[in-house]
C-alpha cells in the first residue's frame, strides 16, 4: 500500500512561492491501478515525484511497501523537523518503485536490449541472469523482435514498451507513470493502456498514473484523484467520481469525455432550448449501472402524456459498469412533467433541471 499524510511540497524563488502539494492525504490499495488527475500546474507531476522521492516533501508522510520513505514533526521549537531514508535504504526502496516518464527517456546509442538491461548492471546481478531477465522483459512488453533496434528505429509506442521494461527490471510492485501516454497518438495510448491493464493482472503490479485526460482515468482505473493548485478536491471509486462528480473541476474533466462538453455550445446558440416555458424543461438524465439499459424514457411518454425529445446522449465505460448520459427537453401539462422527472427519481435516474 501507498499511504500519504498531509503531504505539503512549495517551491520557492524570487517571484514568490508556488505550493505544488498542499495537505495531501490519500491512501493507494495493493494491486489497483489509481489514477491522479489534473491539468497543468496542478501538483500532480510533483506528488507521484515525491512518492519515490525524487522530490523531497517539505512536510507529511509517505508510506509504500510498510517502509515510511519520509517523515515529519514539529519539535519543541515549533520547527518541523524530517525524517527521511538515505544512502541504501533510499536505493533498495527505489528498486520497488519503477516510473515511466512522458518523453520515455532512452539512451539514444544503446540498443533496446541495453536500454532494457541499465537498471541491472548496477546491482551486482551476473550477465547470463541479466540476459535471461531481459529477454522475459522484451518478450512482456512484445518487443522480442526488436533487442538490437536503437530508439530511433522505434516509434513512439514502441519506445514507451521499451521504457515499461526498463521500469520492471527490478520486479518492482509499484509502477509510477507520469503522463506517459502523452506523446503518443490514439491507437499507441490505447495500445500502452492495454499493456498497462495486461502488467496490472499479470504482476499484481500497484499503477498510479498521472495524466490530465479524463479518457484515460475511466479507461483503466480503478479509484481516482482530482487535483487543483496543488489540492486533492475529490476522490473515490472512478465509477462514482464519474457519475456523480461534485467539485467544478471535476465536471469539467467529466464533460470534457463526453458529448455534453456541446451542450454549453448548443445552449449559446439554441434560442429553442435556451428559452425554457412553464410546459417544457430542459433536463439531464444521468443513467448508472442499476438503471442503464431500462426503457425508462418510453414508459414516460406511455404513463405521463409527456413528449421527450433527445437533444444529446452519451455512453461510458468504465472499470465498474456502464454510464449513459441524456441530454433531453420533457415538454407537457406542468402535473404530468412533475409526476414523470419523479418517476425517473425512483427508477435510479439522476436528474438535473437546466
Known amino acids: 500500500m501507498i499511504k500519504i ?123 547470463e541472469e541479466i540476459s535471461s531477465r531481459v529477454t522475459e522483459l522484451l518478450d512482456l512488453v512484445g518487443l522480442s523482435d526488436k533487442k538490437d533496434a536503437y530508439p530511433s528505429q522505434l516509434s513512439g509506442g514502441q519506445k514507451q514498451r521499451v521504457a515499461i521494461a526498463r521500469a520492471l527490471a527490478n520486479r518492482p510492485s509499484v509502477l509510477l507513470s507520469d503522463e506517459a501516454t502523452s506523446a503518443l497518438d490514439p491507437d499507441a495510448t490505447e495500445s500502452i493502456l492495454s499493456l498497462l491493464k495486461e502488467l496490472n493482472h499479470k504482476l499484481g503490479l500497484t499503477i498510479v498514473l498521472i495524466t490530465h485526460e479524463m479518457s484515460i482515468i475511466k479507461t483503466i482505473t480503478d479509484r481516482v484523484a482530482v487535483m487543483e493548485d496543488g489540492e486533492v478536491v475529490e476522490q473515490g471509486d472512478t465509477y462514482d467520481v464519474f457519475s456523480k462528480p461534485r467539485a467544478d473541476i471535476t465536471k469539467k474533466f467529466v464533460n470534457s469525455a463526453s458529448a455534453l462538453s456541446k451542450l454549453d455550445e448548443l445552449l449559446e446558440n439554441d434560442e429553442f432550448l435556451r428559452n425554457a416555458k412553464k410546459n417544457r424543461r430542459l433536463i439531464r438524465l444521468t443513467f448508472d449501472k442499476n438503471s442503464v439499459g431500462d426503457a425508462v424514457i418510453s414508459e414516460l411518454s406511455r404513463k405521463f402524456s409527456v413528449n421527450v425529445s433527445i437533444v444529446l446522449a452519451n455512453v461510458d465505460i468504465l472499470q465498474a459498469g456502464t454510464l449513459g448520459n441524456l441530454v433531453s427537453v420533457i415538454d407537457g401539462r406542468e402535473d404530468d412533467i412533475e409526476a414523470a422527472l419523479d418517476h425517473l427519481c425512483k427508477c435510479s435516474v439522476g436528474v438535473e433541471v437546466i
Open 5 to 127: 499524510t498531509n503531504l505539503n511540497k512549495t517551491y520557492r524563488s524570487k517571484t514568490g512561492d508556488v505550493y505544488a502539494a498542499k495537505n495531501v492525504t490519500l491512501s493507494i490499495n495493493d494491486g489497483e491501478i489509481y489514477g491522479i488527475i489534473g491539468y497543468s500546474g496542478a501538483g500532480k507531476s510533483t506528488l507521484v515525484r515525491c512518492i519515490n522521492l525524487l522530490e523531497v516533501p517539505d512536510s507529511g508522510t509517505i508510506e509504500v511497501n510498510g517502509q515510511t520513505l519520509f517523515d515529519s514533526s514539529v519539535g519543541d521549537d515549533g520547527k518541523i523537523k524530517a525524517s527521511v531514508v538515505k544512502g541504501k535504504k533510499l536505493s533498495e526502496a527505489r528498486r520497488g518503485i519503477g516510473m515511466i516518464f512522458q518523453h520515455f527517456n532512452l539512451l539514444d546509442r544503446s540498443t533496446v536490449f541495453d536500454n532494457v538491461a541499465y537498471p541491472l548492471k548496477y546491482c551486482g546481478i551476473k550477465k
